[in-house]
């Protein structure tokens, strides 16, 4: 019971640290982007992976936690995967609509279920189907504002659905079957992310702005604003890797799906971003679906953890009958002999 508890405590605080983090960086590129005109996404972001990977070596160094050797070639990809992932995504932002973006972040979740299902054997109720099944039409209904298709950007989308899914279910499968703590495996695979967006970025970064982040004017307030977001990231990466790592793909998927909805909030509330009745309508469904989402996880979980202590119970009594059985018949004890002896004696 104990053990259980800590980990639910665990799993509480990488949700809120995952959520907090999340929420934070939002608002804090959302101020550095449209407020201060640094507009050149991917590059920041292998800024934030730079730095993530510096303080958790200065933490590996101070012995906060202990670096395991694992299988390079399957890090290396994983890396190169994460870092190809989050360049589509920001090219899909690029070249469509950002109604059609967000639907694209909504198509991650089915997806995800989709190749979990087949590739992984795992399965999921009906229940947990359709709370998920009302979290994307609330979601739906609160962020997506318009639709305009375009051939290059249905590519890039399909693309980045492909290879995030895949990545943020390598991220839950590399923990468990190489024995792998969140933190060693982000420590392990973030150069390797950093080194793909440093060399990419610029590249993606002028395609999509016009514009050359080696030539920007970087006063000290986009400079201080720049190194606010390194910092949030290293909370918002390593928080990643831990829900994936103690929940699944999917629940985090769900999480993501709340953090637009508190920014959407958060904006409307500091930003003063319009809000309309269909944007409360879309959350409080949104809110519904993932409400029940977390109470039918919580009830499946309970019923595993319960047929798992009968299944338990049960081996452990079919273990200590024979020997029971064995005892009694094998080897009598002295009383039933001596019975026995006197018993024959008295017959004689």
Known sequence: MGEMSTFQLGVIGAL????????????????????????FATTLTSWHLIVTFCTLHVAQRLNFFESKSTDTKTVILFGILNGVSIGLLNLSLGFNSIGFYQMTKLAIIPFTVLLETIFLKKQFSQKIKFSLFLLLIGVGIASITDLQLNFVGTVLSVLAIITTCVGQILTNTIQKRLNVSSTQLLYQSAPFQAAILFVSGPVVDRFLTKQNVLAYKYSPIVLAFIVLSCLI???????????IGKTSPVTYQVLGHLKTCL??????????????????????????????????CTQESKKKQSSDAALVSQIKDKDTTPLLSGKGMGHPDKETQEAKKSSKDSVV
């Open 263 to 296: 920014v959407l909030a958060f904006g409307y509330t500091l930003l003063r971003d319009p809000f309309t009745e269909r944007n409360i309508i879309g959350i409080l469904i949104a809110v519904w679906g993932m409400g029940l989402y977390s109470y039918f």
């Open 233 to 243: 990231a290293v909370a918002v990466n390593f928080s990643t890797f831990l829900v």
């Open 16 to 39: 809120f640290l995952s959520v907090a983090s999340s929420v934070s960086i939002v608002i804090c590129n959302k101020a550095l982007m449209s407020n201060l005109g640094f507009p």
